[in-house]
């Protein structure tokens, strides 16, 4: 092998070496971009499927008061309907009582009696139990009483009646608000269920803008590292193929003795050419 030859071996191999290395250091860049970016939709998916665990155990923790509260507006509404039995009205109407009902309540006929025979003994013992004074007194006392008995009758009868009137009422506002109770218990569940699901829209989106970003320059850093090495190798290649150039002219050089321009073919002529001896 030529020795001159030698330096442009040395040269390619060296450039191979150069390119290689540059094509291996951009895989590895790229390799680990890629293991980045595979990693990231993991992290990613990880992150989304605990999003959705998360929210399903919130939706079975909300789902008994929603239950409630449907079911309270479902009743609500039935009751409420026309004919309905909390739009059923008071048909009750207040009855006074009669003078017999007011004579037949409890003591009135005792009372009565007492009072009698009281004027009665005291008629006697003033010696005018016959006479018309004492039937007078009676008769007087009676009405009186009569009247005293008929009044507190008829305040009973109406203590009553309103007592009556303001249960019904009471039983349908307590039912009504009981039921509209469970249907607002429900309502703040529905409103907190809406907001819980609002939340993990939002993670979901932003999970998933952000591992796209990440991704997309994973995706980019091993495409720039990969091209990198190929910029490299081919730097690599051209540098060797310009060293080649110049190992040629130097190779030149040293063919022609040093002299500094290579010599001519058929120079110097040779004796039996024309001009060509030393006497010539």
């Known amino acids: 092998m030529p020795i001159a030859a030698l330096p442009a071996i040395i040269g390619l191999a060296g450039a191979g070496i150069g390119a290689g290395a540059s094509l291996s250091a951009a895989g590895t860049q790229a390799g680990a971009a890629q293991s980045a970016q595979q990693l990231q939709a993991q992290e ?7 999003q959705k665990q998360e929210f399903q155990t919130q939706q079975g923790n909300i789902a008994p008061f ?14 409420t309907q026309p004919g309905g039995a909390l739009m059923q009205p008071w048909t009750q109407q207040f009855q006074a009582p009669t003078a017999e009902q007011a004579a037949q309540t409890p003591g009135y006929q005792f009372q009565l009696q007492q009072g009698e025979q009281a004027l009665q003994n005291s008629a006697a013992a003033q010696g005018g139990l016959t006479s018309g004074a004492t039937g007078a007194a009676e008769q007087q006392y009676g009405q009186g009483l009569a009247s005293t008995n008929y009044q507190n009758a008829y305040q009973n009868a109406l203590t009553q009646y309103q007592t009556a009137y303001n249960t019904f009422q009471q039983n349908q506002a307590n039912q009504y608000n009981r039921l ?18 609002q939340a993990a829209a939002s993670n979901v989106g932003n999970i998933s803008l952000t591992t796209g970003a990440q991704q997309g320059q994973d995706i980019q850093n091993a495409g720039a590292a990969t091209a990198s090495g190929y910029v490299g190798a081919g730097n690599a290649i051209g540098g060797a193929l310009s060293n080649l ?5 130097l190779s030149s050089l040293l063919n022609s003795g040093g002299s500094g321009t290579a010599t001519p073919a058929g120079y110097p002529p040779s004796p039996d050419q024309p001009g060509g001896g030393f006497g010539g």
């Open 180 to 197: 509209a109770g469970l249907a607002g218990t429900g309502q703040v569940a529905a409103g907190q269920l809406g907001q819980a699901g």
């Open 66 to 79: 929603l239950q409630a509260g449907q079911g309270a507006v479902g009743q609500l509404s039935a009751l």
């Open 44 to 50: 990613a998916q990880n992150a989304l499927d605990f």
């Open 245 to 249: 150039g110049m190992l040629g002219q």
